[in-house]
């Protein structure tokens, strides 16, 4: 297809087309004259992608452009391609390793040991969970890493849900991008729709009579 | 207690106290002196609920003062303090009341009925679900109400873990205070607990041949 059948098919402008070509998040179409070229459906997928991850997540284009690239690189390893999509490994060729020094375990180390998960030991997600322990405590409020065990096995759950998803999906490419898409787009769903079971079960625990609807 | 022991137990600096102060996230002390003020455990777990809202999650200055007030004037609403406290109500003296013109369900009102949850009509959440659903189809992915129900029954028993840590609070403000810090801090936890299922339920269904510990 021609650049402005992708625009259309894509709901991308052609300028951005343009734009996302020249910083690589797409690769080059098949050249047909000076000044045409052909795309296919990689590029279409690609560039909804490419948007996605911009426009409505907010990653930047070069963040962009690792995580396609490592698309590129990795695609027969969905492992690692999972934890580079989600920006939990930075690629290397090195296998994970723990640090020459012993070191005291973190809370975040104490928790997975406990689950029993088989976690990257440079995932940034270790740091969130240490260091929203660390916060959660200055304030004063009862935390530690047994508090979130059972968010732990919830979040097990919801991962199985996930992984689902990507069932029916056939190539794995599309398989991984699609992966990408659940994961980040869901987030917010997931915080919403954790609000809002707080806000009902508060509404049961805590009836407002001034409210309802029965005024006897 | 003096601004000094303040500023040493909250671990705030006294100059970002005195900002607050001025800014009215935290109420005068009594003055003992022209120059001199007191302040009690009230000012001190209302620094760090302003400090935690401002520099662990990134609220405002003015947003962090809406949310504090909020908690001032309907102490005694627990529902309402909730919703306030979560950003997913906006105060108003008038009850929820639908549209006056009958408005398509959106996504998200299909979801929240089949799910029997009583939700306030203006929650922002439910913008979140329905536009996340749009993106979603956009990009070509399966995705309606209907897929987001699994993950909304695991929502409700996340909430049930949150509001289970409340109960040792005896004191209602406490108890909302502390709501507002489980919720918000505990957000970025729990997708970091779910992105580390994802790779550990990966690492299960994708073995990584070439990284195990066997080499025979």
Redesign the interface.
């Known amino acids: 297809m021609r650049i402005s059948e992708l625009s259309r098919r894509s709901?991308v402008p052609v300028a951005t087309i343009k734009y996302y070509l020249r910083e690589e998040l797409l690769p080059a179409g098949v050249a047909t004259s000076a000044t045409q070229a052909e795309y296919d459906d990689h590029h279409l997928?690609r560039l909804?992608?490419a948007r996605?991850l911009i426009a409505?997540r907010g990653l930047s284009v070069s963040t962009t452009r690792e995580v396609l690239r490592a698309l590129d690189e990795h695609s027969t390893?969905?492992?690692?391609l999972?934890?580079l999509a989600?920006g939990?490994v930075v690629p290397t060729d090195e296998?994970d390793s723990p640090s020459d020094q012993p070191q005291e375990p973190t809370p975040a180390d104490e928790l997975?040991s406990a689950?029993g998960?088989?976690?990257?030991e440079k995932?940034p997600?270790r740091a969130?969970?240490t260091d929203?322990i660390h916060?959660?405590r200055?304030?004063?409020?009862?935390a530690d890493w047994q508090?979130?065990v059972?968010?732990?096995r919830?979040?097990?759950?919801?991962?199985?849900?996930?992984?689902a998803?990507l069932e029916?999906a056939e190539d794995p490419l599309e398989r991984v991008e699609?992966?990408v898409?659940?994961?980040i787009?869901?987030?917010?769903?997931?915080?919403?729709?954790?609000?809002?079971?707080?806000?009902?079960?508060?509404?049961?625990?805590?009836?407002?009579p001034d409210?309802g609807p029965d005024t006897d």
């Open positions: 709901g997928r909804r992608l996605a409505v390893d969905l492992h690692l999972f934890g989600l939990a296998p997975i689950l998960w088989e976690i990257s995932a997600t969130t969970i929203t916060t959660l200055e304030l004063g409020l009862p508090t979130l059972p968010y732990a919830l979040a097990e759950r919801t991962a199985d849900l996930d992984l998803q029916d699609r992966a898409l659940l994961t787009l869901l987030e917010p769903v997931l915080l919403a729709l954790r609000r809002m079971a707080q806000e009902n079960e508060s509404a049961k625990r805590h009836p407002r409210t």
